[in-house]
């Protein structure tokens, strides 16, 4: 698999996992429960190793990295034991030796000493090492491999103190057209970390907004829906810098016919990393950058 590839894939995959309920648009307004999606957002942001449990994203250059509250640790935790592991990164293999007998995997106590392949492209509970109150991951970002670490008595968990949204206007649910590109358009994303990957999706979007036309391209086209990555001007005031997330129902007419398509940016919302400096979220790419606001959707978590 080619780095590209797997950058692609990890995106794809931070796409569900971010936004897990949003895709919920009805053909008619009134059927849209927002105070509920809202409130389930927000429900599953702060779950025990959400993302608001994020305490370390560290890249394994080769060598070893150790993990431990004790100060002489590459990654010093908090809530870790003194030493409770190292990883050891070499070409495309990291390996790991517990120093600590909380360190488990997959409900297993790790025998201190022996070496252990820690590698994969799962990232929920049950691929997770876990030690305590802590989940650790080996993450491969585009042919990288980074630790990524969750506390579920982290900080920002533990102070969450609740998300910020602007109130709901239909005047920011739009009829947009859907226009097939042939050939598909290969767009460049980029990444919170500063890796590009170019995505190859099958169409764009056209909509008018206060009689100008914009354009969109979805990060993500498929038969289950579209899902863009957009930045609007309200980002230098109050909404993230690097862009916010909008899921949207199917094209309906497919997506190799022109049809049209709901774009309710009452329904946007932040990426992970307008909660967390360890998440590695696509920003929104130059085609995404309207030059108009669009006061509607999440807001900016920390104002």
């Given at each position: ?19 897990g ?21 927000a ?24 993990v ?6 590459s ?143 979805p ?31 199917a ?53």
């Amino acid at each position: 698999m080619t780095h590209s590839k797997r950058i692609a894939i990890n995106i794809i995959a931070l796409v569900v996992a971010t936004l897990g309920t949003q895709r919920s648009l009805a053909a008619d307004p009134t059927q849209t429960d927002y105070a509920t999606e809202r409130a389930t957002r927000a429900k599953e942001l702060t779950q025990p190793f959400a993302w608001f449990s994020l305490v370390a994203l560290q890249w394994l250059k080769p060598g070893a990295t150790t993990v431990g509250s004790a100060p002489d640790n590459s990654v010093v935790i908090t809530n870790a034991p003194a030493h409770l592991a190292t990883f050891d990164e070499k070409g495309a293999q990291v390996t790991l030796t517990a120093h600590d007998p909380s360190l488990m995997l997959h409900g297993v106590p790790l025998r201190t000493g022996p070496q252990y392949t820690v590698i994969g492209t799962g990232e929920d509970d049950s691929s997770a090492l876990a030690s305590g109150t802590l989940r650790l991951w080996v993450i491969d970002r585009g042919g990288r491999r980074y630790l990524r670490i969750k506390d579920s008595q982290a900080a920002a968990l533990k102070h969450f103190h609740g998300l910020r949204w602007y109130s709901i206007d239909e005047h920011y649910r739009v009829q947009a057209r859907w226009v097939p590109d042939t050939p598909p358009y290969v767009m460049q994303v980029m990444n919170k970390i500063g890796q590009i990957t170019p995505v190859t999706v099958p169409g764009h979007v056209e909509f008018e907004f206060n009689g100008k036309k914009q354009t969109l391209v979805p990060m993500e086209a498929s038969k289950e829906g579209l899902f863009l990555v957009f930045r609007d001007q309200t980002y230098r005031t109050t909404t993230d810098g690097g862009g916010r997330f909008l899921e949207t129902a199917a094209p309906s007419n497919g997506l190799d016919r022109p049809g049209t398509v709901i774009l309710d940016f009452n329904q946007a919302v932040d990426p992970p990393c307008a909660y967390s400096p360890f998440a590695t979220c696509p920003l929104a790419s130059k085609e995404n950058r309207l030059p108009i606001e669009m006061p509607a959707g999440e807001k900016r978590y920390d104002d």
